[in-house]
């Protein structure tokens, strides 16, 4: 009982992280793995995305009935998301992700001073590119970081949006809209893998997604109200605590 509470708690808290700023998984997965240590990691992945994937969808809905989405851009990057994701979550059935782990606090750190050292960056919304070059890009950037999320998850959302932001041009409040899309994407691609396989606990996944859609609105309504400054400051915060997080789990914690 004590150990779904906890796990109820922190996708709540996941949620509101994750709407404004992405990298909800920096908070959900650390307890998950905490409080079920013996569990298999393909099993905890599995079970905090059929929750996630609420949360992140309620809130790429709430994104786009508030902010105008270039969906001819969104729609081809949402297949390539999609396939992505499903052939990342098979990968990570397959084979080892300890060299990703490695990694990741670098490419971490590579997001962290671009955004640092560029401060107005994802202030204004200014497209860079033509409808097909934008496309393109999108379509791009959604089928790699759906490979990522499907295989190993943390930061995706937080990917996503500094490369909208950085690639494309957008805003961070246009990014953060369109990464919620994306991501609701990539979960639910990744999720149906993980059901098929067995990897998810369906008994803890009704209240920890129902506590995820509620983060999610608290994060959203957060987001839209203080717009993309806001936005930007909590996407800084999330990455500097995702290269900690990651760096210390390379460094310091022995491979599963």
């Known amino acids: 009982m ?53 949360g992140t969808l309620w809130a790429s ?6 902010v105008r989405l270039p969906w001819a851009t969104l729609l081809p990057a949402l297949a390539a998301a999609i396939a992505g994701g499903c052939l990342g979550a098979w990968l990570v059935t397959q084979v080892s992700g300890t060299w990703l782990r490695q990694a990741l606090p670098v490419l971490l750190s590579v997001v962290l001073v671009a955004t640092l050292l560029q401060p107005d960056l994802g202030r204004h ?49 246009h990014a953060l809209a369109g990464s919620k899309v994306l991501n609701t994407a990539t979960n639910l ?21 129902v506590a995820n859609v509620l983060g999610s609105m608290l994060g959203t309504r957060l987001a839209l109200r203080h717009g993309s400054r806001f936005i930007r400051l ?5 990455v500097g605590a995702l290269i900690l997080k990651t760096g210390y789990d390379a460094c310091m914690r022995p491979p599963p």
Not at 2 to 12: G, L, N
């Open 125 to 173: 919304h200014v497209p860079r590119h033509g409808p097909r070059a934008e496309a393109a890009w999108a379509t791009l950037i959604a089928a790699g970081l759906g490979v990522y999320d499907g295989f190993f998850g943390p930061g995706t959302g937080s990917f996503l949006i500094f490369l909208l932001v950085r690639v494309l041009g957008f805003d961070f409040l």
């Open 189 to 209: 691609a990744s999720l149906a893998v993980f059901a098929w396989s067995g990897n998810v606990w369906w008994q803890l996944v009704p209240p920890m997604a």
């Open 2 to 54: 004590t150990e779904a509470v906890a796990a109820v708690v922190a996708s709540f808290a996941a949620a509101v992280v994750n709407a404004i700023a992405g990298g909800g998984g920096l908070v959900s997965l650390p307890i998950l793995f905490g409080i079920f240590p013996q569990a298999a990691p393909a099993t905890l992945f599995g079970t905090n995305k059929s929750a996630m994937v609420w």
């Open 234 to 238: 909590v996407f800084a915060a999330v």
């Open 61 to 66: 809905v709430s994104y786009a009935r508030h």
